[in-house]
Nanobody
Framework: QVQLVESGGGLVQAGGSLRLSCAGS????????MAWYRQAPGKQREWVAW???????KYTDPVKGRFTISRDNAKSTMYLQMNSLKPEDTAVYYC????????WGQGTQVTVSS
């Protein structure tokens, strides 16, 4: 069964760093474009960053220069390095395909205190 498991979230002070991981079954990482998403309380889920199997990346403007997405296809794992965190980064973070979706995982909570 296709499954995504996000981990690495936590509580951090503004300016701190976290590294999120997304582990998936092998077939998931044949998806060309994988993405990180986040959903803040009372807001819609939005994409944060995406990466192709070839390593091309794109970031939403609020996280440019602070977040770095990477993937290890051999390990079926994707990462999101988050630096210089801000309170507005507080959200539940999810991974999934950008275009080809599979069932959503439970997400990982990131809370940034001011």
């Amino acid at each position: 069964q296709v499954q995504l498991v996000e981990s690495g979230g936590g509580l951090v002070q503004a300016g701190g760093s976290l590294r999120l991981s997304c582990a998936g079954s092998g077939s998931i990482f044949s998806i060309n474009v994988m993405a990180w998403y986040r959903q803040a309380p009372g807001k819609q889920r939005e994409w944060v960053a995406w990466i192709t199997t070839g390593g091309m990346t794109k970031y939403t403007d609020p996280v440019k220069g602070r977040f770095t997405i990477s993937r290890d296809n051999a390990k079926s794992t994707m990462y999101l390095q988050m630096n210089s965190l801000k309170p507005e980064d507080t959200a539940v973070y999810y991974c999934n395909g950008l275009y080809t979706k599979v069932p959503w995982g439970q997400g990982t909570q990131v809370t940034v205190s001011s």
